[in-house]
C-alpha cells in the first residue's frame, strides 16, 4: 500500500521491493534465530519475552505442524496482525522445521500475503470509498486482535 499509495509506484513495482524487503531478513532470521536467542536467553529480561513469545508461538502452532508446509505458508500469508514472515519464523524454529522448507514456506506465504494485500491495495486506488472502507476495517481488525490479546479467556461453568 505505501509503494503504491504514497510513492506512485506501479502496483509491481511496489509488490517486488515489498517481497524483497520481507523475505531478505527472513533468510538471515532463519540461519540465526536460535544462536541469538541463546544468547539473549541469558539477560533474565530477553529469557522471559522468549518463554512468552515461544509459548505462545506454541500455542498457537496446531494447524501449523499438523500441515507443516503449507500451514506454515498459510499463516504467514494471512495479511493479519501478529502473522507474518517474522512470526512465521518463530514458529518454524519453535517446531524445529527445515531451514529450506522454512523459508519457502515463508515465501510463498509472503506471496500470498502480497497478493491479497495488492488487490485490496489496487482495488483502493480505483474505488476511494473502498480504501476508506478498508482502513476502517483494518483499524477494527487491528483493534480486535489486541483486545482478543490482551482479554482473559472466561471461567467455564462447573456443572
Known amino acids: 500500500p505505501v509503494g503504491i499509495f504514497v510513492f506512485c ?4 513495482q511496489a509488490v517486488l521491493w515489498a517481497v524483497l524487503g520481507n523475505i531478505a531478513p527472513i533468510i538471515l532470521v532463519l540461519l540465526l534465530l536460535e544462536r541469538i536467542v541463546a544468547w539473549l536467553s541469558r539477560i533474565t529480561l530477553f529469557r522471559r519475552f522468549f518463554e512468552w513469545l515461544f509459548a505462545r508461538a506454541r500455542s498457537k ?12 505458508a498459510t499463516f504467514v500469508g494471512i495479511p493479519l496482525p501478529s502473522t507474518g514472515a517474522w512470526t512465521g ?11 529450506w522448507k522454512s523459508l519457502l514456506s515463508i515465501f510463498v506465504g509472503v506471496l500470498m500475503a502480497a497478493t491479497v494485500v495488492t488487490f485490496l491495495s489496487v482495488l483502493g486506488k480505483q474505488f476511494r470509498w473502498v480504501g476508506i472502507g478498508l482502513i476502517v476495517l483494518i483499524t477494527l481488525g487491528c483493534i480486535y486482535a489486541v483486545v ?3 482479554r482473559k479467556p472466561r471461567a467455564q461453568p462447573q456443572p
Request: charged share 15%; no cysteine.
Open 89 to 99: 519464523a518463530v514458529a518454524a524454529e519453535v517446531l524445529e522445521l527445515s531451514y
Open 148 to 150: 482478543a490479546a490482551v
Open 9 to 12: 509506484m506501479p502496483w509491481w
Open 61 to 72: 502452532s496446531a494447524s501449523i505442524q499438523k500441515y507443516e508446509f503449507w500451514g506454515l
